[in-house]
Each structure stands twice: as structure tokens, then as C-alpha cells.
């Protein structure tokens, strides 16, 4: 199993894949207390990119605050290309409502090249 998580004290995102036998990941468990067979740290470019698929695949859409959860020193406008997400709203094909930033619900079945647009727009 794969997961993303934050260890206790760290603020680096992890991304863990769990050893996968259930007898290799008891042994690994009564050994280290922990069946993590690979831990590594998500870049902030990775971490963004997967809210942005993540959370654009709901209609709720992208939620301000979980951005701010986990990127606490750095503004909206740290992350993305105003200029570039405002051309989207313009179009039509994005809403900013109520600290969520959305696909316009006319625009679904063009959620996979909006997100591709505002991929292009991150800036970290």
C-alpha cells in the first residue's frame, strides 16, 4: 500500500509504500515497529501537483485552506501565475467561490486539460 503522510515533528510530506507480503510485513513490524518498506520526501512540485489532480477530481474542487495547510509559508500567489488562472475564470472554464477554486461544472468533461493549464501555471 501507498500513502502520503506527516511524521510527528517533520513538515516535509512523505510518500511511503508499505512492504507488501502480510508475513513480511509482520516480521518487519516486530523488528522495527513500522512495516514502511520505502520512505521518501515529496517535492513541494509533487505535493502541489497531487492536490491539484486530487482535489479537481470532486466538484468541490481545490480547497484554499488545504493549500494553506501544507504549504504555510507561501501565499496563493507563491503557487500559481495569477495572470494565468485569471484567464481561465475569464473564460469561464474556472470559479473562485468561497476559498475554493473549481472547474466550472459547463466545463467537466474538460477537467483533465484545465488541470493541465493550471499545472502549467504552478510556479514552484
Request: hydrophobic fraction near 45%; charge should be neutral.
Given at each position: ?34 512495516g514502511i518498506q520505502k520512505q521518501d520526501n515529496l517535492s513541494k512540485k509533487d505535493l ?11 466538484d468541490e474542487g481545490l480547497n484554499l485552506g488545504i ?58
Open positions: 500500500a501507498h500513502s502520503r503522510v506527516y511524521f510527528e515533528g517533520d513538515i516535509s510530506r512523505k510518500a511511503i509504500m508499505m512492504t507488501h507480503k502480510p508475513q513480511n510485513w509482520l516480521d518487519l513490524v516486530e523488528k522495527n515497529a513500522v502541489l501537483e497531487e492536490l491539484i489532480l486530487n482535489c479537481f477530481s470532486t493549500l494553506h495547510k501544507h504549504f504555510i509559508d507561501q501565499d496563493f500567489a507563491d503557487l500559481f501565475d495569477l495572470v494565468g488562472l485569471k484567464k481561465l475564470a475569464q473564460q469561464g472554464l474556472v470559479d473562485f467561490e468561497c476559498g475554493f477554486l473549481r472547474v466550472n461544472k459547463k466545463y467537466r468533461i474538460l477537467t483533465n486539460q484545465i488541470i493541465s493549464k493550471i499545472v502549467d501555471f504552478m510556479k514552484v
